[in-house]
């Protein structure tokens, strides 16, 4: 369901679930212990809507995920950064399940993500393998692109 919440307690919330993200991927702790955490600590104007469907949404699907992301990685899954791949679960799993967020929003976000805690260039990647999952699960919408 559509947001009505400003654009920047979004990209607040998707800066907080890759945070999430990484903590899961290097802990294995409880993504609801996790979510809790940052429900705590953080008192600023969050999307906490967006954020709970989402960060508890992905560990629950990463199966899924990793099967639309694995056939368009250049190299082993185990192989990419923690960054790295908490950013294209987060691409992977808004361009699966929340397609009333347009699929350039989706990869530019991912993009700026990557710009801001990613390694040197991992922006390009996450850029190149986002834009190759896009028509697969976005193909109404692709289809229509100027």
């Known amino acids: ?10 990209r607040k919330a998707r800066q907080l679930i890759l945070q999430a993200l990484y903590q899961w991927s290097l802990t294995g702790a409880d993504p609801s212990e996790i979510s809790k ?12 809507a967006f ?3 989402v960060f ?9 995920l990793d099967g639309h992301l694995h056939p ?10 923690p960054i790295e791949k908490s950013l294209l679960y987060l691409g992977a799993y808004e361009l699966a399940n929340r397609i009333d967020v347009p699929y350039r929003v989706v990869i530019n976000e991912c993009v700026e ?5 990613g390694a040197t260039e991992s922006h390009k990647y996450i850029n190149g393998v986002l834009d190759k999952l896009a028509p697969a699960l976005r193909t109404a919408e692709y289809g229509r692109r100027a």
């Open 113 to 117: 993500l990557a710009k801001v805690f």
């Open 37 to 48: 955490e940052f429900h705590d600590r953080n008192n600023a104007k969050i999307d906490w």
């Open 1 to 10: 369901m559509p947001s009505k919440l400003p654009l920047a307690q979004r």
């Open 51 to 53: 954020f709970d469907e």
């Open 72 to 81: 368009l990685l250049d190299r082993k899954p185990e192989a990419l950064d």
């Open 56 to 64: 508890q949404g992905i560990p629950k699907t990463a199966d899924t």
